[in-house]
């Protein structure tokens, strides 16, 4: 078959984490790599044995030679590169969150389906190996009727802030990004992963640190928010309690706990998930307590990709496992997943938590459209 050529907008996280993912992904070859300056791409492409340099992401949308276009630059920004990319006929693998808001997802969703293209979104949560078997055991009726839970993605990303670290950018309005739309993205895409389709919800969203102190003495004021508290309804009948922070004191990671008529399980990472530090502890209606589910070697060891869950990056193994899976439905394989479509129905849950948190009540997510 043909080799897919993909070029990745982003010398950071892009080359950092989705570089090696792509290249364990067999029939792929990264041939392109995008940053805002000549200098910057040229140096990325030689320090990362990348053919082609990019410093117009436009070029790189319109290239002939691209086949997937990696975006993974700023919401605000990249929205016009995915709209780009898939006039030009390119399969799209786009960062989370998917868009700076819900006119813009919808503008994304309607461009994805009137081109036929793959379109996939970086919640790669749902490809880790803890996070796979819940999946498995929630179809083989474990929990039996789900009745309720409780979901955290509380980091500490701003408490003791770094001035090196590469998304200080937070700070900024306007761009589409607060704790809720990235960290809150995330978990929401993991809560559809298990659970499916939510019908309603009550939010609040707020700001707990009103600066950020850098070591030197220099002071930043957010203008975004880093804290949000929801209650999600699902159509099966159950309740999730989720909270989200990006400036959460001694972070307790993420972690996620759901019981039903039959049993219980409990998800659990220190930071964000990955494939390596996700454990999985559950227990049945009758049984002797939680205890820990070992994972079994099906979901660690992958060889559909050339990397596992101890691989490093960490966070390659399941974007690995999402893109080989992008790479089947582009060869007419299989469905992608998580795709625009899912990534469509987040925005309209995040822009329900929006107005939910300002106008104070329940918002039916049907009424977002």
């Excluded at 461009?111 to 979104?121: C, D, E, L, R, Y």
């Excluded at 999600?232 to 989720?242: C, E, P, Y």
């Excluded at 050339?306 to 490093?312: A, L």
């Amino acid at each position: 078959m043909k080799t897919l050529r993909v070029g990745i907008v982003s010398a950071n996280w892009g080359a950092f984490a989705h570089l090696p993912g792509w290249r364990a992904v067999p029939g792929v070859e990264v041939v392109g790599i995008c940053t805002s300056r000549e200098e910057t791409a040229r140096a990325a492409a030689g320090k990362f044995g990348i053919a082609r340099p990019y410093w117009d992401a436009a070029a790189m949308t319109a290239d002939p030679d691209i086949d997937i276009v990696d975006c993974g630059t700023r919401p605000s920004i990249r929205h016009a590169m995915v709209l780009s990319a898939l006039r030009h006929g390119k399969h799209v693998y786009n960062a989370i969150p998917f868009a700076a808001g819900i006119d813009q997802a919808r503008e994304l969703r309607d461009a994805w389906a009137a081109s036929g293209k793959v379109g996939v979104v970086d919640a790669f949560s749902q490809w880790l190996p803890a996070h796979r078997l819940a999946r498995e055991m929630i179809e083989d009726d474990f929990l039996g009727q789900p009745f309720a839970g409780t979901c955290q993605f509380n980091l500490g990303l701003f408490n003791q802030p770094s001035p090196h670290f590469p998304y200080n950018w937070f700070w900024q309005s306007g761009l589409g990004v607060s704790a809720l739309r990235n960290l809150g993205s995330h978990a929401l895409h993991m809560l559809s992963f298990l659970f499916g389709e939510i019908d309603e919800l009550v939010a609040h969203e707020g700001q707990l640190l009103k600066e950020w102190r850098f070591p030197d003495g220099s002071v930043l004021k957010p203008e975004t928010k880093d804290f949000a508290d929801l209650l999600l309804r699902f159509k099966n009948g159950l309740v999730i309690q989720l909270q989200v922070s990006w400036s959460a004191t001694l972070t307790p990671g993420w972690g996620l706990e759901a019981f039903g008529s039959k049993g219980r399980f409990a998800l659990k990472s220190p930071t964000f998930p990955t494939s390596r530090d996700t454990t999985l502890h559950a227990g049945a209606l009758g049984g002797t307590g939680m205890e820990k589910i070992e994972i079994p070697q099906r979901l660690l060891k992958t060889p559909e990709v050339g990397i596992d869950s101890e691989g490093e990056p960490n966070a390659s193994h399941p974007m690995a496992l999402s893109m080989h899976r992008m790479v089947q439905a582009i060869r007419g394989d299989g469905v992608a997943a998580p795709d625009f479509n899912q990534a469509w129905q987040v925005e309209r849950i995040l822009e329900a938590a929006r107005r939910s948190a300002e106008e104070r009540r329940w918002v039916r997510i049907e009424e977002i459209a």
